[in-house]
């Protein structure tokens, strides 16, 4: 028998034993804990989908909406830690890894977007009825699914050079770049292959649903009963995107749509989408940077100069420079950067961020045509010249780069919704009934 699976029975078994040696006294036998779904060679416990579903009434309560039955949310939240249980076992498979460095510094992310410090953030947590310890591992849980994920349908995409031309054509013409939407999303999911009576009941549903939300239903509440969506949980809410952003389905639909409307069902390779506009707003994209026109000549320490001897070999440099030689012959002399001591020591026009910290920090310092005293970094010592600063306009090229990302993140959303339907489809999943 698989060893996680082992573990989490040995528990139950543990807890039971216990519960019967109470009963002795007590002359009551409670069952504690139990399986609830078989998922390859992993279980989903009671506890678990206890735990779960009061964590998700209490978000319910906090954005003072109504539950849906107790019955549809629970088999809701049985599907999304099954898929939860499937990622997981995939990412373990795969090697992937969350330090309790790493997890340190996503938790403490996490606190300051909450305008906490760790020790207000871990008693938030706790007054909320969930364990410090357990919350942890929920998160490297999460990370480990996502870089499982992200890995796994990354590898599925393709774009071409014309997909980002077309795009960007689409992003000056139609303004796409300048709208962002609020959206809210239910995903009915339909089976790889399905029968045309499939579709038809699936489309029925999507009928009725869209119907009763144009009638005033609750969008949100509906997302939570019915949507197979990754967002379901959180009421179906996508956030702010760009149309741009958006899944090519979505976006052709979405900017024909006002505030409020209720789209038509959408059919895509997952399934039917419903769309929600919640609001709408501007925005802008020029993008420009200060760039450094800089030159160095590198000393690096080795096995025959030390730290001292090299800096004291680049001081006689740098004296020899102020004596009146040039820069550029004594750096293809003597520089270890052969790289850049080849064109003497010039080192281009260079973006904010592309050096290491300390010779950026004595860089910025330095007026045009000044030169440094020598300059300490990981690779030795450096003798640093501002040749010129200037404001460039990389819009065009931003715009490229942002194009070829919501290319990659619209694909990703649609191919992610396949892949996980698949893992699901492929993988032994037995649901235990109480009854």
Known sequence: MNGQVMKKLLKIAVVAAFSFQSAIVSAKLEMIDRVVALVDSDVVLASEL??????????????????????????????????????????????????????????????????????????????????????????????????????????????????????????????????????????????????????????????????????GANFQEYAITYSAGQNALNGGNLGWRNASQLPTLFSGSVKNMKVGDISEPLRSGSGLHILHLIDSKGGFETHSVIQTHVRHILISPNAITDEKAAFDKLKLIRQRIVDGEKFEDLAIEFSDDKGSGSLGGDLKWSDPGTFVPEFTKAMEALAVNEMSEPVKTEFGWHLIEVLGRRNQDQTEEKKRERAYRILHNRKFEEEAQIWLQELKEQAYIKIIDEN
Do not use: C
């Open 50 to 215: 206890v735990r779960r579903t009061n964590s998700v009434l209490q978000q319910i309560k906090s954005r003072n909406q109504t539950a849906p039955p107790l019955d549809k949310l629970q088999a809701q939240i049985l599907d999304r830690l099954i898929l939860e249980s499937l990622q997981m076992q995939m990412a373990k498979r795969v090697g992937v890894r969350v330090s309790d460095t790493e997890l340190d510094s996503a938790i403490t992310r996490i606190a300051e977007q909450n305008n906490l410090s760790i020790e207000q953030f871990r008693k938030s947590i706790e007054e909320e009825g969930t364990s410090w310890a357990i919350f942890r591992e929920d998160i490297r849980a999460e990370i480990m699914v996502s870089r499982a994920r992200g890995g796994s349908v990354s590898r599925r995409i393709k774009i071409s050079d014309k997909e980002v031309d077309n795009l960007l054509v689409q992003i000056d013409n139609e303004g796409l770049s300048r709208v962002q939407y609020s959206l809210g999303h239910i995903l009915l999911p339909l089976p790889e292959g399905a029968s045309p009576e499939e579709i038809t009941k699936i489309r029925d549903k999507a009928d009725k649903l869209i119907r009763e939300l144009r009638n």
